[in-house]
């Protein structure tokens, strides 16, 4: 079978296949088969190669636009009788959409417009098959269409601005930026995809190259102070820039970077200030500016002052915001002395290009004039501050220093002064306004006070705003007017085992004094003293004097305490002195020297109760007072106990009164016809035992007669107690002591005696036996009675 894509080449082959053919180029494969009677050669049997068809490739136009579906090829086999037998398939990329076979005659068309930037190639497999069998008439075979391009794309750039920057200044032939397009068609065929660069705005001042897109400088020293910002159009066209070729642009904005090619000028040659000749150190006095055309750190600029006869009164300094420079004050102004100044001001380039040397010197120079004004200004001491040093006795009244300060005014007006009293505030000094002398007001006492720092005012008469201070130290020099006296208070004891000649103490002294070649201290006895029998001052030569022992043995029981008086003198002028008496105890010593007691009333004590005998005693004093605190302690807590303990009596409050009565003459005595009277039980009572835990309602029983029996009394109580639903959930025991109607022996009680008149008749108790023997003599007889 053969497969053909053009209907106007017909190929024939000897074994009788004949095929459709287009322009392209057919390749075979191969399988040998024998045949004979088909060759020149006589007798020989010859062999041929059956041709199976394998189509390459061929070409489709892209973009098709004709009234008519786009004729692609046809496919035929010579097993084909035209009776409609065979069926022709196509399948592979597109088959069936793109690309549709007539299944009769085998032609195939394009369906649809091709765009090759879409798909470039189509790869579909072709076969014949029997209608009746299903079966293959030819093997299937693979053909590749390719689509032919053409130039429907147009160069398209890969931004659509492009910015750049090139310094000033700049030689030709400098490189600015590179600019890239890209065109979509086949770079293979033809010439639809070769682009050429051109510029269409930016001339004469760039220039571009028409196959790299490189833009380049084209005009020599452009100056960023005429122009900075350019704009470039450049243009991209295919078909190699020729007529009909598509095109496409973009914009290149372009900056010229500063560069350090203009030096620093001054508008003007000379410019004059002026200032008050009170204008402070460090006063601005006025701004001048050098105008530099760069920008950035190009123009920067230092200013300085290159000589003059200012320049060590002004001074100038570099405003780093707005590149000015400052003029200010360096040192005091006085008019009296000098009205204008001249300075010679210097603007440089900090930072320079050596490239633009050649240009001239990156600096420029100007001329400042500075007059001085008059003004009132306050006085002027003739020193930054004074010391005065007075001595401590110096009297109230005396004059212990000056000041003076001067109006520097060519008016020189007169002035006055005075002290500024929070600097003293106790009013020690005082000063003479009109001349300007301190004097004391006050006593002075160095020892209180050694330094007074304060301060002393000058004003002008004319203008009291015009006015200034200087402080005055004043040191109060020292003079010998203390005496000395010991440094500490001495507690010195002599053992009565001392020995003569043994040093007991060694003393000091102290002198609020501060003579210039320090304290020389001497001591001694007084002379009342100066042989005392029991001890002696040594003097140490060095401000320190020993107290020495005399004789051997001192007695407490004797004497037990010594005075000891001595004299301490300094060796400045005036010399002073003073006495003081040194308390000398005579105490109990071991044989070490150590002491052991020094109250006389330790003699009195038992030899044998030690110190360990003392601390016991203490301790058994303390255990007897906590023994105390605790019994204490122990009887309160027994006092808050219940007042009912029987373990028999768990509800009522029972008192028990052991009270034997006072016979009938009692009056007072307990009445048992209160337990016969039921109304006396008719209110209830809280039980004072235990804290109620809840108020019950009283129920209210009907009152009982008069003369109720007590027996039926508790009966009925029980009874209620039972029967009572507001009654406590526990057990009420109650417990009377019910003796019954009567007795054999009748009472003994005088409780019902006073129920009764007359004497009553107790003989009958001398017949009850030796017993009541003590009774019968109380209540029997007349005598008795008497008594």
Known sequence: MGYCCDHQTVLLFPWGKKLLQLTQTLFFHSHSERITGLSENDGKTLHRTKRGWMWNQFFLLEEYTGPDTQYVGKLHTDQDKGDGNLKYILTGDGAGSLFIIDENTGDIHAAKKLDREEKSLYVLRAKAIDRKTGRQVEPESEFIIKIHDINDNEPKFTKDMYTASIPEMSGVGTSVIQVTATDADDENYGNSAKVVYSILQGQPYFSVDPETGIIRT????????????????????????????????????????????????????????????????????????????????????????????????????????????IITVKKPLDFENKVLYTLRVEATNTHPDPRFLQLGPFKDTALVKISVEDTDEPPVFGRPWYLIEVDEDTKEGSIIGHVVAQDPDTAKNAIKYSVDRHTDLDRIFNIYSGNGSLFISKPLDREETPWHNITVIATEINNPKQSSQIPVFIRILDINDHAPEFANYYETFVCENAKAGQLIQTVSATDKDQPPRGHKFFFELVPEFAAHPNFSVVDNKDNTAGIMTRRNGYSRSKTSTYLLPIIIFDNDYPVQSSTGTLTIRVCACDSRGNMQSCSAEALLLPAGLSTGALVAILLCIIILLVLVVLFTALKRQRKKEPLIISKDDVRDNIVTYNDEGGGEEDTQAFDIGTLRNPEAREESKMRRDVIPETIFQIRRTAPLWENIDVQDFIHRRLKENDLDPAAPPYDSLATYAYEGNDSIANSLSSLESLTTEGNQDYDYLSDWGPRFKKLADMYGGEDSDRD
């Not at 750190?297 to 100038?316: C, H, K, L, T, V």
Request: proline letters at 8%; a negative charge; zero cysteines.
């Open 218 to 325: 084209a005009l020599p020293d452009m100056s960023r102070e005429n122009r900075e910002q350019y704009q470039v159009v450049i243009q991209a066209k295919d078909m190699g820039g020729q007529m009909g070729g598509l095109s496409g642009t973009t914009t290149v904005n372009i900056t010229l970077t500063d560069v350090n090619d203009n030096p620093p000028r001054f508008p003007q040659s000379t410019y004059q200030f002026s200032s008050p000749e009170s204008a402070p150190p460090g006063t601005p006095l006025g701004r001048i500016k050098a105008n530099d055309p760069d920008v950035g750190e190009n123009a920067e600029i230092e200013y300085s002052i290159s000589n003059g006869d200012g320049s060590d009164m002004f001074d100038i300094v570099t405003d780093k915001d707005t590149q000015e420079g």
